[in-house]
C-alpha cells in the first residue's frame, strides 16, 4: 500500500519567509509525527498528534514553528520567518498507534528545506 | 530529560566482519527501544524493536539486538556483515508513559567494504 507522502521534496526559501510542509499519513494510522534532521542536531522530535487528543508540542523549538492535522489526516507544519538554522530535513511519520504498545513509526522521504 | 547515546559515529568494516553497534539511553521507566536504518537516497526504516518479553530480538537482514536493563543498553549486532549494509543506523527510545514520540541517538555511519 502507500507509505508516507511528504510534500515538497525540496523547498529553497529566503530567510524571513514563511513555509509549509505538508504530510500524508498512511491511511488508517492515528498517529502523527513531525522530526527534523539537521546535521549538528541529528534526528529531533518536533510534534506528535494522537487521534483527538491534543498534539504534544514539547519538541517545537521557537513559536515560529506551529503544526496542524486537518480530519485526523493530513498534517502541515509551518515555519514563519524562517532562519538559516531552520534548513534541514523535515520528516513525517505515522503509527497505527501510540504509547506502551510500541508501534512502529513508518518515515516518509521528508522535505529538504534551504534557507538562503 | 531523556538522551540516547550511540557510541561509534562511523564504524568502516570489511565484508564478513561482525558487527556491534553500542547505544545507551538515560530515562528509568518503561521503555521501547527501536533501531532504524538509513540506507543512502532511501526512508528511515524499522530493523528491529523491542517492548517486551525476549531481551534478545531479531530483526531484518540477520540484525539482532539485546536489551540489557541494567545498563541501559540496547545494542545491535550482525555476526557477518554485506556491502549491502553500508548504511546510517539509528537508535532511539520511546518512554512508553510519554506517548509515542521517539528520542533518537546521533546515528551511526556504517561503511563496509567489498
Known amino acids: 500500500g502507500a507509505g508516507v507522502s511528504q510534500s515538497p521534496s525540496n523547498k529553497v526559501t529566503e530567510k524571513g519567509k514563511d513555509v509549509e510542509l505538508r504530510c500524508d499519513p498512511i491511511?488508517?494510522?492515528?498517529?502523527l509525527y513531525w522530526y527534523r534532521q539537521s546535521l549538528g542536531q541529528g534526528l529531533e522530535f518536533l510534534i506528535y498528534?494522537?487521534?483527538?487528543?491534543?498534539?504534544?508540542k514539547s519538541g517545537l523549538p521557537s513559536d515560529r514553528f506551529s503544526a496542524e492535522r486537518t480530519g485526523g489526516s493530513v498534517s502541515t507544519l509551518t515555519i514563519q520567518r524562517t532562519q538559516q538554522e531552520d534548513s534541514a530535513v523535515y520528516l513525517c511519520?505515522?503509527?497505527?498507534?501510540?504509547?506502551?504498545?510500541?508501534?512502529?513509526?513508518?518515515f516518509g522521504p521528508g522535505t529538504r528545506l534551504t534557507v538562503t | 530529560a531523556q538522551s540516547v547515546s550511540q557510541h561509534n559515529h562511523h564504524v568502516i568494516l570489511s565484508e564478513a566482519a561482525s558487527l556491534e553497534l553500542g547505544c545507551n539511553y538515560s530515562?528509568?521507566?518503561?521503555?521501547?527501544l527501536f533501531w532504524y536504518v538509513q540506507y543512502p537516497g532511501q526512508h528511515l526504516q524499522l530493523l528491529l524493536k523491542?517492548?517486551?518479553?525476549?531481551?534478545l530480538v531479531k530483526g531484518i537482514k540477520g540484525f539482532e539486538a539485546e536489551f540489557i536493563k541494567s545498563k541501559f543498553s540496547f545494542n545491535l549486532r550482525k555476526p557477518s556483515v554485506q556491502w549491502s549494509d553500508t548504511a546510517e543506523y539509528f537508535c532511539?527510545?520511546?518512554?512508553?508513559?510519554?506517548?509515542?514520540?521517539?528520542?533518537f541517538g546521533q546515528g551511526t555511519e556504517l561503511s563496509v567494504k567489498p
Open positions: 532511539a527510545v520511546n518512554a512508553a508513559q510519554q506517548g509515542g514520540k521517539l528520542i
Open positions: 530515562y528509568g521507566g518503561t521503555v521501547n
Open positions: 491511511s488508517g494510522h492515528t498517529a
Open positions: 498528534f494522537q487521534g483527538n487528543s491534543a498534539p504534544d
Open positions: 523491542y517492548f517486551s518479553g525476549d531481551p
Open positions: 511519520a505515522s503509527s497505527r498507534g501510540s504509547g506502551g504498545a510500541g508501534y512502529e513509526q513508518y
